[in-house]
């Protein structure tokens, strides 16, 4: 009988042919590794399989022939498909093929070409970038405009800064923050009293100094062969015993981790001393006893505040160690430690360690500083560059260290005066251009450290020191440290003008009358700036 060759059989003949001859030498290794199990099994089988094959053999001849052909073509169709199987394994424990795995490894190392002579289909291109938020900071050039011409700002900064309610004496500076090029100044080298701009450097010093995550340690310690416990302060003011801590440092968690360690050696009465040396120097600031600052020292709980707050002035302790050392006593006894009355001390460099709590990174410092002009933070931060660089942790010593800092980072000194971190004390002496160059500073890639000194200033009329000002002026797009002190005003941040450039400014105003009347005309000014396109 001959069976007609149907048409597609005819169409797929030849890519058969070339199939079965690709893999005609794996199905022959294939049919040489199955034969001795084949064997075996067929032995196994004995002569059950036998007398099964004979019941199953059909009677007729044509019937046999029929079976015999079925069963050829099963018996091909089943090794076709096992060989095949098993040339294009083996699989690996995860489902797929190793064969289609080394295929698609190669490919990728070949960057998508086809060995066989035909191109692979080129990948999807990238989706483009989204522009930068801040595009003054590297932004395109056909996004940004160029920077504002220093004769259209002089006219509309000037009418505003002469105003009488500055004062007789402005030093002014703007700079374009992507090129550091002084767009408009008046007196930018001039040195005047800065009041709280002076954080600014103190910020950029310090993160210079230590890098934005260090931490300050509080640490518990016992002292070998005594029972004597000393609560070493490590000059962090927003150690806090309230509770909830919200993120600070908790002596709370400090005496429960105390009181743990020292249950575990079988201590229950221990003699309590304090340790706040790691500064030297006055405690009180030259300014004299003021709600703004609470003394200056290594140990202290909640800026030594007697009230709820958290910034601005308040009634401080006049011991703040000895009250964080009254405070931790206190704790310790509700959890079954008995300590006697605290006096000062300072521990031995034998003394064991029992517990530590340490602040938030000193990006989040510097952040609150400057957002709450924190004066009590300020102080403390100045100390520990001067701690950091080998300087006495006091006044005189924490303005060295800011100075070196700001020498290194290669800003410009000339006529600078650093007699405090805070800007509280008038004999400090800042320029324009320094403020300016330090904010210029702090928005360059190549010092990611700084960037903190950016985000925590106050944003107009909405945090901060700012959060009143600006409410029908550039809320929200002035970003500014104040400074007020009697007689001066300053403002110094940073604003996205309308052309969308960053620029820099600082203003700084001397033997003013009116404080309120100083800040409107700041803030108009700053105003102006925001709204500039300035060409």
Known sequence: ?????????????????????????????????????????????????????????????????????????????????????????????????????????????????????????????????????????????????????GKALADVLGPLLKSPALGGRQAVAVVDVATGRRLYGTGPGTALTPASTTK???????????????????????????????????????????????????????????????????IREVTLSYDKTLYTGPETHPIGVNTNLAPVTALMTDEGRTDDSTSGPATRVPDPPADAARTFGGLLKERGILAKAPGPSKATTRAQTLATVSSPPLSALVERMLTHSDNDLAEALARQTALAIGKRADFAGAGEAIAAQLTKLGLPLKGAAF??????????????????????????????????????????????????RYTDGAAGVVRAKTGTLTGVNALAGTVVDRNGRLLAFAFLTSDTTSAATAQTTLDKAATALAGCGCR
């Not at 797929?12 to 199905?27: C, E, G, S, T, Y």
């Not at 295929?103 to 070949?110: K, L, S």
Request: hydrophobic share 45%; net charge positive.
């Open 419 to 468: 007699k405090d971190g805070s800007g509280l004390d008038r004999a400090d002496r800042l320029t324009p251009d320094l403020l300016t160059a330090l904010l210029v500073t702090a928005a360059d890639p190549r010092h990611p450290d700084l960037r903190p000194v950016l985000t925590g200033l106050p944003v107009a009329g909405f945090t901060g020191t700012l959060a009143s």
């Open 200 to 266: 600014i450097a103190t910020a950029v010093a310090v993160l210079s100094a230590l890098g934005a995550d260090h931490r300050l340690t509080t640490r518990a310690v016992l002292e070998p062969d005594t029972n004597e416990v000393v609560l070493v302060g490590g000059g962090d003011p927003t150690l806090t015993a309230r509770a909830p801590a919200g993120g600070s440092a908790s002596l709370t968690e400090l005496a429960d981790r105390t009181a743990a360690a020292l249950a575990q050696r079988g």
């Open 1 to 149: 009988m001959v069976v007609p060759e149907l048409r597609p059989w005819r169409a797929a003949r030849p890519h058969v042919v070339r199939l079965a001859q690709a893999v005609r030498p794996r199905l022959a290794r294939a049919a040489d590794s199955v034969r001795p199990h084949l064997a075996r099994a067929a032995a196994a089988a004995g002569p059950r399989a036998g007398r099964l094959a004979r019941a199953a053999r059909p009677r007729t001849p044509q019937a046999r022939r029929t079976w015999q052909y079925t069963a050829g073509a099963a018996t091909a169709g089943l090794a076709l498909a096992a060989a095949v199987v098993t040339a294009a394994g083996p699989w690996d424990d995860s489902g797929q093929r190793k064969a289609e795995r080394d295929w698609a490894a190669a490919q990728e190392r070949a960057r998508g070409t086809d060995h066989a002579g035909t191109p692979a289909p080129a990948p999807p291109r990238p989706a483009p970038s989204a522009p930068a938020v801040l595009t003054g900071l590297g932004g395109r050039a056909d996004a940004v405009r160029a920077a504002p011409d």
